[in-house]
């Protein structure tokens, strides 16, 4: 497991982006907590490229017992957005601790929202893992909102943030109001995958 050091405070046009993704399309009936938007790009020879076009997101039901064995489909996340989160994230921050070589990433934007009546789930799916060779889960922001912490668990005994995710599982808690009212967490969460050699 890595630790990235903590990344400066986050421009406010980067936060305020939350604002504008739209509810995430593959949620389940009823379950409208959750807003989305999805970009992929790549890391070679530490350089960074974010794709202009967006790419079908697939777990397996293995993986992932929610929304598993289904194509899913996102919204891009704005480019400069995601330009921001692939070099100031990844090459800055994530790029230095993992093994050297070329890599393709995902950059998931993420806003899990909660009222009095509704709790909003960051992992409707459970404890489980992506499917990528690392995750890394950065929270950009919480207003008004208690739990959405972040656990990771050993996938060889379940007992025990840029993380291996061939090693660990991870979850993170449902969030609630503290105070009456509406309360969210902003997170954008990070895929590696080692690129197939040409």
Not at 39 to 52: I, Q, R
Not at 95 to 114: S, V
């Amino acid at each position: 497991m890595y630790f990235v050091k903590e990344v400066s405070q986050l421009p406010n046009a980067i936060k305020q982006s939350f604002l504008d993704l739209k509810r995430d399309p593959n949620m389940k009936q009823g379950d409208n907590y959750r807003y989305r938007a999805f970009s992929v790009g790549d890391v070679n020879n530490n350089k960074v490229s974010v794709s202009p076009h967006g790419e079908v997101f697939h777990q397996s039901q293995k993986l992932n017992k929610y929304q598993g064995g289904i194509d899913r489909h996102f919204p891009l996340i704005e480019m400069p957005v995601a330009q921001y989160v692939a070099d100031n994230i990844i090459r800055s921050h994530i790029y230095p601790l993992i093994p050297k070589g070329n890599y393709h990433f995902g950059i998931h934007q993420i806003r899990i929202e909660t009222t009095d009546e509704i709790t909003g789930k960051p992992a409707p799916e459970g404890i489980h893992q992506d499917g990528f060779d690392y995750v890394c889960v950065l929270c950009a922001n919480l207003n008004n909102v208690s739990g959405g912490n972040s656990v990771l668990v050993d996938v060889k005994d379940r007992s025990h943030i840029l993380f291996d995710d061939k090693k660990y599982a991870h979850y993170a808690s449902a969030i609630v109001p503290v105070i009456p009212g509406k309360g969210w967490r902003d997170v954008f969460v990070i895929t590696l995958q080692k690129a197939k050699k040409q």
